[in-house]
Protein backbone atom coordinates (compact mmCIF):
# COMPACT_ATOMS: atom_id res chain seq x y z
CA UNK A 1 0.00 0.00 0.00
CA UNK A 2 0.84 3.65 -0.80
CA UNK A 3 -0.11 6.99 0.85
CA UNK A 4 1.26 9.50 0.11
CA UNK A 5 2.24 12.14 3.30
CA UNK A 6 0.07 14.74 1.71
CA UNK A 7 -3.29 15.04 2.44
CA UNK A 8 -4.85 16.77 -0.27
CA UNK A 9 -7.76 19.43 0.49
CA UNK A 10 -9.46 19.21 -3.04
CA UNK A 11 -11.60 16.98 -4.24
CA UNK A 12 -9.62 13.37 -5.32
CA UNK A 13 -10.88 10.68 -8.08
CA UNK A 14 -10.58 7.06 -7.14
CA UNK A 15 -9.33 4.68 -9.51
CA UNK A 16 -10.90 1.29 -10.16
CA UNK A 17 -10.08 -0.85 -11.98
CA UNK A 18 -12.86 -4.11 -10.85
CA UNK A 19 -11.54 -8.05 -10.79
CA UNK A 20 -12.78 -11.38 -9.94
CA UNK A 21 -10.44 -12.05 -7.60
CA UNK A 22 -8.30 -8.57 -7.05
CA UNK A 23 -9.20 -5.23 -7.85
CA UNK A 24 -6.63 -2.15 -7.99
CA UNK A 25 -7.72 1.46 -6.00
CA UNK A 26 -5.36 4.14 -6.96
CA UNK A 27 -6.21 8.09 -5.48
CA UNK A 28 -5.15 11.05 -7.87
CA UNK A 29 -5.82 14.71 -7.34
CA UNK A 30 -7.04 16.68 -10.40
CA UNK A 31 -3.71 18.27 -10.61
CA UNK A 32 -2.06 14.28 -11.23
CA UNK A 33 -0.74 14.11 -8.10
CA UNK A 34 -1.00 10.53 -6.82
CA UNK A 35 -2.07 10.27 -2.91
CA UNK A 36 -2.46 6.22 -2.73
CA UNK A 37 -2.46 2.95 -5.11
CA UNK A 38 -2.97 -0.84 -3.73
CA UNK A 39 -4.15 -3.90 -5.39
CA UNK A 40 -6.71 -5.86 -2.79
CA UNK A 41 -8.54 -9.28 -2.84
CA UNK A 42 -12.11 -8.45 -4.31
CA UNK A 43 -14.14 -8.98 -1.70
CA UNK A 44 -12.30 -6.25 0.15
CA UNK A 45 -12.96 -3.67 -2.43
CA UNK A 46 -15.95 -2.30 -1.29
CA UNK A 47 -14.64 -2.22 2.33
CA UNK A 48 -11.44 -0.74 1.24
CA UNK A 49 -13.56 2.04 -1.33
CA UNK A 50 -15.40 3.16 2.30
CA UNK A 51 -12.04 3.56 4.12
CA UNK A 52 -11.05 5.74 1.85
CA UNK A 53 -13.76 7.46 1.25
CA UNK A 54 -13.25 8.26 5.28
CA UNK A 55 -9.54 9.68 4.66
CA UNK A 56 -9.50 11.36 1.20
CA UNK A 57 -11.86 13.69 -0.09
CA UNK A 58 -13.47 11.56 -2.96
CA UNK A 59 -15.50 13.19 -5.49
CA UNK A 60 -16.03 10.36 -8.42
CA UNK A 61 -15.08 6.85 -8.93
CA UNK A 62 -13.84 6.22 -12.21
CA UNK A 63 -13.54 2.23 -13.43
CA UNK A 64 -12.93 -0.04 -15.99
CA UNK A 65 -15.70 -0.65 -18.69
CA UNK A 66 -14.72 -4.71 -19.49
CA UNK A 67 -14.96 -7.83 -18.01
CA UNK A 68 -16.93 -7.62 -15.02
CA UNK A 69 -17.56 -3.71 -14.70
CA UNK A 70 -21.84 -4.19 -15.00
CA UNK A 71 -21.69 -6.25 -12.06
CA UNK A 72 -19.56 -4.04 -9.77
CA UNK A 73 -21.23 -0.88 -11.12
CA UNK A 74 -24.20 -2.35 -9.47
CA UNK A 75 -22.81 -3.88 -6.29
CA UNK A 76 -21.22 -0.21 -5.41
CA UNK A 77 -24.25 1.75 -6.17
CA UNK A 78 -25.78 -0.97 -3.55
CA UNK A 79 -23.21 -1.46 -0.45
CA UNK A 80 -21.69 1.84 -0.99
CA UNK A 81 -22.89 3.81 2.10
CA UNK A 82 -23.33 7.19 0.41
CA UNK A 83 -23.83 7.32 -3.08
CA UNK A 84 -21.06 8.21 -5.53
CA UNK A 85 -20.80 9.06 -8.86
CA UNK A 86 -19.45 6.28 -10.63
CA UNK A 87 -18.04 6.76 -14.85
CA UNK A 88 -17.26 3.92 -17.09
CA UNK A 89 -13.63 4.43 -19.07
CA UNK A 90 -12.67 2.81 -21.94
CA UNK A 91 -9.99 0.11 -20.32
CA UNK A 92 -9.02 -1.59 -23.41
CA UNK A 93 -4.88 -2.08 -23.38
CA UNK A 94 -4.95 -0.63 -19.94
CA UNK A 95 -3.01 -3.82 -18.49
CA UNK A 96 0.25 -3.45 -21.53
CA UNK A 97 0.07 0.43 -20.67
CA UNK A 98 -0.19 -0.41 -16.85
CA UNK A 99 3.03 -2.52 -17.66
CA UNK A 100 5.29 0.04 -19.35
CA UNK A 101 4.48 2.72 -16.19
CA UNK A 102 5.32 0.12 -13.51
CA UNK A 103 8.85 0.31 -14.90
CA UNK A 104 9.20 4.09 -15.52
CA UNK A 105 7.60 4.66 -11.31
CA UNK A 106 10.05 1.44 -10.61
CA UNK A 107 12.87 0.84 -12.76
CA UNK A 108 14.35 -2.63 -12.97
CA UNK A 109 17.42 -3.21 -11.15
CA UNK A 110 19.80 -5.74 -11.60
CA UNK A 111 20.00 -8.34 -14.50
CA UNK A 112 16.14 -7.16 -15.17
CA UNK A 113 17.60 -4.32 -16.83
CA UNK A 114 19.21 -6.17 -19.11
CA UNK A 115 15.47 -7.77 -20.47
CA UNK A 116 13.68 -5.65 -22.94
CA UNK A 117 11.41 -4.01 -21.16
CA UNK A 118 8.49 -5.73 -23.66
CA UNK A 119 9.97 -9.31 -22.09
CA UNK A 120 9.92 -7.75 -18.09
CA UNK A 121 7.05 -9.13 -16.28
CA UNK A 122 6.39 -6.85 -12.91
CA UNK A 123 7.18 -8.62 -9.65
CA UNK A 124 3.55 -8.22 -8.58
CA UNK A 125 0.28 -7.67 -9.57
CA UNK A 126 -0.16 -3.71 -11.16
CA UNK A 127 -4.31 -3.37 -11.02
CA UNK A 128 -3.38 -0.26 -8.72
CA UNK A 129 -1.24 1.04 -11.94
CA UNK A 130 -4.25 0.34 -14.64
CA UNK A 131 -6.83 2.31 -11.71
CA UNK A 132 -4.07 5.24 -12.03
CA UNK A 133 -4.19 4.70 -15.93
CA UNK A 134 -8.11 4.58 -15.74
CA UNK A 135 -7.87 8.47 -13.87
CA UNK A 136 -5.55 9.56 -16.65
CA UNK A 137 -7.60 8.45 -19.32
CA UNK A 138 -10.79 10.32 -17.65
CA UNK A 139 -9.00 13.26 -16.97
CA UNK A 140 -7.16 13.54 -20.57
CA UNK A 141 -10.75 13.08 -21.71
CA UNK A 142 -11.83 16.10 -19.94
CA UNK A 143 -9.07 18.67 -20.95
CA UNK A 144 -9.45 17.31 -24.72
CA UNK A 145 -13.37 18.29 -24.37
CA UNK A 146 -12.56 21.59 -23.44
CA UNK A 147 -10.17 22.15 -26.21
Not at 43 to 67: C, H, N, W, Y
Request: aromatic letters at 8%.
Amino acid sequence: MTISEFSPTQPVILGFDPGKDKCGLAIMGLDRQLYYHQVVVAPKAIATIETLRQQFPVSLLVMGDQTTAKKWKQQLQQELTDQLNIILVDERYSTLDARDRYWQMYPPKGLTKLLPQGMRQPPRPIDDIVALLLIERYLNRLTISRE
